[in-house]
């Protein structure tokens, strides 16, 4: 009987410790169960973005070089990438036909005078009437206009160029023939003028820029960088092609002289102040496009993945416009452990 109780004693003592040992291995269970993270405490901030971009260099003058006249070309004196000087003569038509014309135009000038001077004559001796001199007279200022449109054609039979720069582009050859305003060269006026990188940019950000902001430059192919820049133009109307809207940005010194066409990088700081999170690249999970995910608390016990916004991308910060709202506080580190409803412990809170 002894034998009995002590066996009993045994078991129930035997019992009670794996009771109380399965009891701290479930405490242990819950508090694993906890991830650990750091935070960040959230709030809207004004903040200047920071645009990386791309463009080319053009001058603020390029301009096709044509024709006033139709004809045969009978000159072209430059080639591609000619210095020229302001009032150079560029190019010739054959004159042939247009010095035809204007002989012509003088030729019925001077009919119509004297037509006018014999009817004049007639009127004061009462031969001729009142309207009759009035014809002639008529005829006499159109033929005048005629000459006077012949010898302007004359003169601007030749091209020559309106400001000091280089020849970008010859677009035709001697003999060729053009119609009227056909573009035959295309120059600008580098010599005189400063340089301007052209940039385009979605609708949303050129909504954010303003004329006046501020920009660096940087010019790879000539080793150049942190040239000052300013923006001096927005476009009014979108690329029908590309839908985008261009931005022409002037180099401020004048001692920087790349080639139009050539490539440059630019950093444009906007004088626009947006209310917007920032927050840092680690917050960011499953990112696409201008949508991204983040895990947020407000009690410091739950996480919640949410949608975000991205209004933009500066160097060391991601802008968000949505998806914040009703939280407080954004989950940093420990982040790539957490799942929608996660239960997390508190390491840190960083300020914004």
Known sequence: MKNIHIKFAALTL?????????KKVEQVKIQD??????????????????????GQFTTDDETYLSFKTGGIIDKI????????????????????????????????????????????NLYQDS????????????????????????????EHSGIRALTTGYVL???????????????????NGAGNQQWVLRTALSDKQWASVSVGDKALVDIPALQLTDIDA???????????????????????????????????KLKLKLSAQSNVWAIPYEALLDANGDEAY??????????????????????????????????????LKGNAYLKDGSRIIINKTEQP
């Open 14 to 22: 035997v019992l009670m410790l794996a009771a109380c040992s399965g």
């Open 33 to 54: 169960d906890q991830i650990p993270v750091s935070t960040m405490l959230l709030g809207k901030t004004g903040h200047s973005e920071n645009l990386l971009l791309t």
């Open 77 to 120: 004196y430059v080639r591609d990438g000619d210095y020229v000087s302001k009032g150079q003569l560029l190019a010739t038509l054959d004159l042939t036909e247009i010095k035809a014309l204007n002989e012509q135009a003088e030729v019925a000038y001077q009919k119509s005078k004297r037509d006018y001077q014999r009817v004049l």
């Open 127 to 154: 031969v001729a009437t009142l309207e009759q001199l009035q014809n002639t007279e008529s005829v006499m200022e159109l033929a005048k206009q005629q000459k006077l449109s012949a010898a302007f054609n004359l």
């Open 169 to 187: 582009k010859r677009l035709v050859s001697q003999g060729q023939i053009v119609g009227p305003g056909s573009p035959v060269l295309l120059v």
């Open 230 to 264: 300013k923006v001096i133009r927005k476009a009014e109307m979108a690329d029908p092609y590309t839908g985008t809207f261009t931005i022409d940005v002037l180099i401020v010194s004048n001692k920087v002289k790349p080639a139009a066409g050539m490539v440059g």
């Open 294 to 331: 983040v895990f947020v608390t407000s009690d410091d016990k739950k996480a919640h993945k949410v949608k975000v916004i991205i209004k933009s991308i500066s160097e060391q910060l991601v802008l968000v416009e949505k998806g914040l709202e009703h939280f407080t506080h954004l989950i």
